[in-house]
T-cell receptor, first 115, second 115 residues
């Protein structure tokens, strides 16, 4: 079974600053998929960024970027130039190659952006 | 519609009652997923549909839970003899195609409270 660990229950950041969320996962597979999802108080889970394990290059989406360290099984998310609208719960998630549809989520990190 | 929709948004019921939760996926998406999110936790996989058939129902907790997708579009999650432990947010997601780590798009969820 795969497990996803987010060791930071809560993070707080000043507006316009940078915050990094950690995520580690456990798998014996070589090819898999990693995601960061954002869940604001509205409950709608929104995709932030997606990474395919066979790609060496770290994924980037505007102010969001990841640091994918395959050997260390680490997949951290960096939010640059934080905005008030970034306040939400952030979930790291993993899809294995065998059941390549089944998302496994971490417990989440609550991010609060302060004005 | 533009996104995944779920009804009702909130449902309060009494222990022992039957409930139905509805999901309308994004038009044209062949794969549909149900997840359950307990308070303070990440979502957990329940069931996956490819077209009309349940391709993987391994996440359903017991035989009180059942889901259908008779025409390959709308899906209904059915819970019989509800228990207080069933209280959670039930999330539905859809993807254009199943597998290969395809991005799943989530609805806003149904918050179920069993009294």
């Amino acid at each position: 079974a795969q497990t996803v660990t987010q060791s930071q229950p809560e993070m707080s950041v000043q507006e316009a600053e940078t915050v990094t969320l950690s995520c580690t996962y456990d798998t014996s597979e070589n090819n898999y998929y990693l995601f960061w999802y954002k869940q604001p108080p509205s409950r709608q889970m929104i995709l932030v960024i997606r990474q395919e394990a066979y790609k060496q290059q770290n994924a980037t989406e505007n102010r969001f970027s990841v640091n994918f360290q395959k050997a260390a099984k680490s997949f951290s998310l960096k939010i640059s130039d934080s905005q008030l609208g970034d306040t939400a719960m952030y979930f790291c998630a993993f899809i294995p190659p065998l059941n390549d549809y089944k998302l496994s989520f971490g417990a989440g990190t609550t991010v609060t952006v302060r004005a | 519609g533009a996104g995944v929709s779920q009804t009702p948004s909130n449902k309060v019921t009494e222990k022992g009652k039957y409930v139905e939760l509805r999901c309308d996926p994004i038009s044209g998406h062949t794969a549909l997923y149900w997840y359950r999110q307990s308070l303070g936790q990440g979502p957990e996989f329940l069931i996956y549909f490819q077209g009309t058939g349940a391709a993987d129902d391994s996440g359903l907790p017991n035989d009180r839970f059942f889901a259908v997708r008779p025409e390959g579009s709308v899906s209904t999650l059915k819970i019989q003899r509800t228990e207080r432990g069933d209280s959670a947010v039930y999330l539905c997601a859809s993807s254009l195609n199943p597998g290969l780590g395809e991005t799943q798009y989530f609805g806003p969820g149904t918050r179920l409270l069993v009294l």
